[in-house]
């Protein structure tokens, strides 16, 4: 990769969801009886940058692959940011005890978990893709987060759909541990096969001239 360190477009727009943490921290933990942006309730503008940063976390990838712009940086950006905005949404939601605070903590502490184990794989020279629970549990964390901000504890059928996605990805961010936990296992324990052992090459017959060369010789 050519000019890993290189700030391109899709490293600029990873840089600008990490930017945009600290602002979704301010707008959800800010009184709405202070919160005036154009008369637009806080719930909106939090749901709103959350949507925007996790739709940066698809375009930029998408992006460096079109582009051909895969650097070390991005790729050292891109779970650091993502790390970053889940864990300040959760956080945010969990102080305003719309989310309970054992599923948020068990949600982060998979994520820094995983973050170990495949930081351990990265050392040895191991590469530990990311498994479809793992998906599973980004859609349910995502849902629950956007719908949680929107309903601020307001609708009931709304805040029930949250708490389902909200359980959904705490049990997923368990399973997926469990087997993150089982894959790093399987491929640090697993022993290289055994090369195969040239056999020594056997001298082409001689040919009629070569004979009689050897028997006059």
């Known amino acids: 990769m050519a000019g890993s360190h290189t700030v391109n477009l899709p490293n600029a727009i990873t840089l600008g969801r990490i930017f945009l943490v600290p602002l979704l921290v301010v707008v959800l933990m800010t009184n709405p009886k202070e919160f005036a942006l154009w008369g637009v309730p806080k719930e909106i503008v939090g749901a709103v940058i959350f949507a925007v940063a996790s739709l940066t976390d698809w375009l930029d990838g998408y992006l460096a692959r079109r582009r051909k712009q895969v650097t070390g940086l991005g790729q050292w950006m891109d779970p650091l940011a993502d790390k970053l905005l889940v864990t300040a949404a959760f956080v945010s939601l969990a102080y305003l005890e719309l989310a309970p605070a054992w599923m948020v903590t068990v949600i982060i502490g998979r994520e820094f978990f995983?973050?170990?184990?495949?930081?351990?794989?990265?050392?040895?020279?191991?590469?530990?893709?990311?498994?479809?629970?793992?998906?599973?549990?980004?859609?349910?964390?995502?849902?629950?987060?956007?719908?949680?901000?929107?309903?601020?504890?307001?609708?009931?059928?709304?805040?029930?759909?949250?708490?389902?996605?909200?359980?959904?990805?705490?049990?997923?961010?368990?399973?997926?541990?469990?087997?993150?936990?089982?894959?790093?296992?399987?491929?640090?324990?697993?022993?290289?096969?055994?090369?195969?052992?040239?056999?020594?090459?056997?001298?082409?017959?001689?040919?009629?001239?070569?004979?009689?060369?050897?028997i006059s010789a």
């Open 114 to 214: 995983v973050t170990v184990l495949r930081s351990i794989a990265h050392a040895r020279g191991l590469a530990m893709p990311a498994s479809p629970l793992g998906k599973v549990k980004m859609v349910a964390q995502v849902a629950a987060i956007l719908i949680l901000i929107l309903d601020q504890g307001h609708l009931p059928a709304l805040n029930y759909m949250g708490q389902l996605a909200l359980w959904i990805a705490t049990l997923s961010a368990l399973v997926s541990a469990v087997d993150y936990s089982r894959r790093i296992n399987v491929i640090m324990t697993a022993r290289p096969a055994p090369e195969a052992v040239a056999e020594p090459e056997t001298p082409a017959e001689a040919t009629p001239k070569e004979a009689r060369s050897r």
